[in-house]
C-alpha cells in the first residue's frame, strides 16, 4: 500500500510539473525547472518577495500598507491569472484558490501558485460534484454534495 501511496504523489507531481511548464503570464508564478528524481522531488520557481497574500493579509499594519487601491489591483490580479488559466485549450481549473496559494512580488503583483490539484478539462462541461480543495476556502454548493 505504501508504495501505492508514493506512485500516486509522484504521478501527482509530474501532473504539477506538465501544467506549469506550459504556463507563461504575469499573474502566474514563473515556473523554471524541477526535480524529478525522487525522493528530492522539488519544483523551482521565481521567487516572490512579499510572500504569500494569505501572510500580507494577516502582517501588523496590513491595513496601512494594503489600503483599497491596491487591494482592487491585487484582486484584478488574480482574476487575470485565473482567466488566462480558463481560457487555456484545454482549460485549467486550478481547484485550491485562497490567499496562501497566492504569491506576491516586490511591486505587489499577485501571482496563482500551486498546482498540485489542478486539472485539464478535456470537456467544456464542469462539474462541482468532484470535490478537490481546501474544505475551508471551497464553495458551500461543492461541500453540499
Not at 63 to 76: F, G, N, Q, V, W
Not at 110 to 115: A, E
Request: proline share 6%; aromatic share 8%; glycine share 4%.
Amino acid at each position: 500500500m505504501e508504495q501505492d501511496f508514493h506512485a500516486e504523489r509522484f504521478k501527482e507531481f509530474l501532473s504539477e510539473v506538465t501544467i506549469m511548464k506550459r504556463l507563461r503570464h504575469p499573474n502566474i508564478v514563473l515556473f523554471m525547472g524541477a526535480v524529478t528524481k525522487p525522493p528530492n522531488l522539488s519544483i523551482v520557481t521565481e521567487y516572490l518577495s512579499r510572500g504569500s497574500l494569505y501572510r500580507l493579509l494577516h502582517k501588523a499594519g496590513a491595513k496601512e500598507t494594503l489600503d483599497e487601491r491596491r487591494r482592487l489591483s491585487m484582486a484584478y490580479d488574480v482574476a487575470k491569472g485565473m482567466n488566462y488559466l480558463h481560457r487555456r485549450k484545454p482549460p485549467i481549473v486550478h481547484r485550491d484558490l485562497k490567499s496562501p496559494n497566492l504569491l506576491v512580488d516586490k511591486k505587489y503583483t499577485v501571482k496563482v501558485c500551486d498546482f498540485g490539484l489542478s486539472r485539464l478539462k478535456a470537456n467544456t462541461f464542469l462539474s462541482s460534484k468532484s470535490a478537490a480543495g481546501t474544505p475551508e476556502w471551497m464553495a458551500p454548493e461543492v461541500q453540499r454534495d
